[in-house]
């Protein structure tokens, strides 16, 4: 009868040992599974680790569980869920420009580190229902209640500005001055979809020939316009711009019998854009049809040594052109 009896506590201590290591091992299955923070990616703008730990790190001592759904695109957009001790979970949403992802987990744990401090304040707010007959004894009058933790500051708000810098070329007819010609423009945007651009542009010169002579023209302005636009579908856009073009038309006669003049004269057009871009990142690409209505352009006049008129040059009342041209986004 010992030896039975010893079989038997073995084999018992057996059975206990291989229950207690198959709980160990679903133990730590069951706790992966339960993530108190998950991320969703549409795109690849950014690594959805940081996020995740971010959110994660708010939420240590509570009950929770956070969802983040990231669609790439510029501008990036972001909604965060947050459901604390079984409630109905709160929604958050935010647009980031595409060149500020690296900001993403810093912004997803201040919402969720703004929401558990708006439960918390809530529950300490809420009215306390009468204590029943069987609860526990309230704590004495000398107990110390633990500090509350400290709610996190909110975020002042107020509009991002961020800036446009491209580079761009013009190719269309622009008589009596070049065809081809370059420009550079500068755009100060906001969250608004109004905003403001200013642009530096030349044209290479143009050569005429006139009888035994040749008159030369090139030109040259500063551009200021007010613009809008908005995005249609994920990386594209459109939109539109008018402002004001001033600037000189120079030109140099060369050849004549008679006194070959340069002359410098003003030039004022009213200028008026449709464009369609694709944003790249931080980088876009852009293309403009761009017409120009002259307020204020010279007519040069190629004159004979008598005072007689050999030619007429003078712009057209209205000069169209493409525009292509690459760029980036920067914020200040």
Not at 155 to 161: L, Q, R
Not at 253 to 266: E, I, K, T
Request: include cysteine.
């Amino acid at each position: 009868m010992a030896v039975a009896g010893t079989s038997l506590m073995r084999e018992t201590s057996g059975r206990v040992a291989w229950a207690a290591g198959l709980l160990a091992w679903l133990v730590p299955l069951g706790a992966s599974a339960q993530a108190p923070a998950a991320v969703t990616m549409e795109g690849e703008c950014a690594a959805p680790e940081p996020i995740r730990d971010a959110a994660a790190a708010e939420i240590t001592d509570v009950e929770a569980r956070v969802s983040v759904a990231v669609a790439c695109g510029d501008p990036v957009d972001v909604e965060v869920r947050v459901a604390l001790d079984g409630e109905a979970p709160l929604a958050r949403r935010i647009e980031l420009p595409a060149g500020e992802v690296a900001t993403m987990p810093e912004a997803v744990g201040l919402i969720v580190a703004v929401a558990v401090a708006e439960w918390r304040e809530a529950r300490a707010v809420a009215p306390v229902a009468p204590t029943p007959v069987w609860a526990p004894p309230a704590l004495a009058d000398d107990a110390t209640p633990s500090a509350p933790r400290p709610t996190p500051r909110r975020p002042a708000a107020g509009p991002t500005h961020r800036f446009d810098l491209a580079l761009g070329a013009h190719l269309g007819p622009q008589e009596p001055a070049g065809w081809l010609g370059g420009e550079l423009a500068l755009a100060w945007r906001t969250d608004l979809p109004l905003y403001a651009e200013v642009g530096l542009a030349a044209w290479i010169p143009r050569t005429a020939a006139v009888r035994e002579g040749e008159v030369q023209v090139w030109r040259w302005s500063a551009r200021a316009s007010a613009c809008a636009g908005g995005t249609i579908a994920g990386p594209f856009r459109l939109g539109g711009c008018a402002g004001l073009d001033a600037g000189a038309v120079q030109s140099r006669a060369s050849g004549f019998g008679g006194a070959n003049r340069v002359r410098r004269d003003p030039w004022v057009a009213l200028d008026l854009r449709a464009r369609g871009q694709v944003a790249l990142g931080a980088a876009f690409v852009r293309a403009e049809v761009r017409l120009a209505v002259p307020l204020w352009s010279p007519t040069l006049v190629v004159a004979s040594s008598n005072g007689g008129r050999v030619a007429e040059l003078a712009f057209g009342s209205a000069l169209g052109a493409g525009v292509l041209s690459v760029g980036a986004h920067f914020s200040p």
